[in-house]
Structures are given as structure tokens and as C-alpha cells.
């Protein structure tokens, strides 16, 4: 039986070489026929801590390696484009600080 491949979303990347993925799919309700949004969740096995939150990756069906991992990371298919906005704020707060100090040095 061939292994199962998927494509999701990195939710989590608390654990060292052990990634959080949700794989999102949406159903058409069977009796009222709206779409809703399900996610299953997979850990998966990172080696090389190659992700990041937020990372689209592919991963693949493997042997058991925890109690929840069953799946290895194949590839990062497109890196994460969000922007950490609290350490863009810490450093500009720090560049400002920077070259607050400076002025007083020179005046």
C-alpha cells in the first residue's frame, strides 16, 4: 500500500525536530449543503528543524516515531510571508535608542 502525501499549514513549532500541521479541506454538508471548514492535525518529524510557523510543506505517511508522530517532512513548498510585527517594534525601538545616544555623544 503506497504512503499517503499530503500538503498543510506549520501551526507549531514549540518541540525541537517535531512540527504541528493542519491540513485544511472544506466538506459540503450532507443534508444542508453549505461548505464547512474541517482540519486534521498531524506532527510530524522535522530532522533538521527546516520549517517555520507558517511554512506551506508536504509531508509523508511513516512509521511511528511518538505516541502522535506518523509523518516526516518531504519539502518546504513555500516559505511562511508573515511579518513578526512585536520584533519589527523592538527593533526600531532599539535603532531609535541607538541613535538617541549618539546624538547626545556628539552634541
Do not use: F
Not at 14 to 29: F, L, M, P, S
Amino acid at each position: 500500500m503506497p504512503k499517503r502525501v499530503a500538503v498543510g499549514v506549520v501551526a507549531s513549532t514549540t518541540n525541537d525536530k517535531t512540527r504541528r500541521v493542519e491540513i485544511q479541506r472544506r466538506v459540503r454538508h450532507p443534508m444542508y449543503g453549505k461548505y464547512v471548514r474541517h482540519r486534521t492535525i498531524c506532527y510530524v518529524h522535522d530532522e533538521n528543524n527546516e520549517s517555520a510557523l507558517g511554512d506551506r510543506v508536504e509531508i509523508i505517511e511513516s512509521r511511528p516515531r511518538s505516541k502522535t508522530k506518523r509523518w516526516e517532512l518531504v519539502r518546504v513548498v513555500e516559505k511562511s510571508q508573515e511579518v513578526d510585527v512585536a520584533a519589527l517594534r523592538a527593533a526600531s525601538r532599539q535603532e531609535r535608542a541607538s541613535s538617541g545616544q549618539d546624538a547626545a555623544e556628539q552634541g
